[in-house]
């Protein structure tokens, strides 16, 4: 079972990520307040949040961490430094939080780095995924509910995070780090 926190300004998100997460067998959420007091979780393995938390032992009290919020990460925050595993847009489907969650919480799994060292998140691991197994982006942006725009969008993204010049590198990639 897997202990899940949840660190929120917005109430409205925070219930509706609680009530999503609630359902799912094997994770167990806990709402963390703010200034981790005497209610907060002794430990979690995944920190679900939309801000880095204010005071660090809350953070500390976490295996990992994931950065939920409306859009991308602000551009001046240092992903990696900051304590975070990756980042997911508020858009997402209950799914890929559960997916994004059990990858973070699990040990074992391989979370791919980009040339500084910081995971591709979960979607663009999600779209590098299905390119990988031959999917184009338009067929990847209806299958997601996404614009192809969107699709181009992460696809550079991960070229640039990892290195890599073309569609064929990115693909053996996806290919050999199994994601």
């Known amino acids: 079972m897997y202990q899940i926190g949840l660190l929120y300004d917005r109430q ?23 200034d981790g007091g005497e209610n907060a979780p002794r430990h979690m393995d995944v ?9 660090p032992a809350i953070g500390a009290r ?6 939920m919020s409306p859009n991308d990460p602000p551009p001046d ?18 799914a890929e939080l559960v997916a994004a969650i059990r990858d973070a919480a699990a040990p074992d799994t391989p979370v791919p780095p ?7 998140s979960a979607r663009e691991r999600q779209v590098l995924r299905l390119i990988a ?11 997601l509910g996404l614009s192809p ?8 993204r991960a070229k640039g995070k990892l290195g890599l010049g ?9 290919l050999t780090d199994a994601w």
């Not at 925050?77 to 209950?94: I, N, P, V, Y």
């Open 166 to 174: 073309n569609k064929a590198e990115l693909t053996r990639a996806a």
């Open 77 to 94: 925050l240092d992903m990696a430094a900051s304590g975070f595993a990756g980042h997911l847009s508020e858009r997402c489907t209950a």
């Open 12 to 34: 409205f998100t925070a219930w509706a990520v609680r009530t999503a997460l609630s359902a799912v067998p094997g994770l167990q959420v806990h709402s963390v307040p703010e």
């Open 133 to 143: 197994d031959g999917y184009t982006h338009d067929q990847t942006a209806r299958r």
């Open 62 to 67: 976490a295996t990992r961490m994931l950065l």
């Open 149 to 156: 725009h969107t699709i181009n969008t992460y696809v550079k």
């Open 47 to 55: 920190l679900v949040t939309d801000h880095q938390p204010r005071d």
């Open 114 to 120: 980009d040339k500084g060292g910081f995971p591709l």
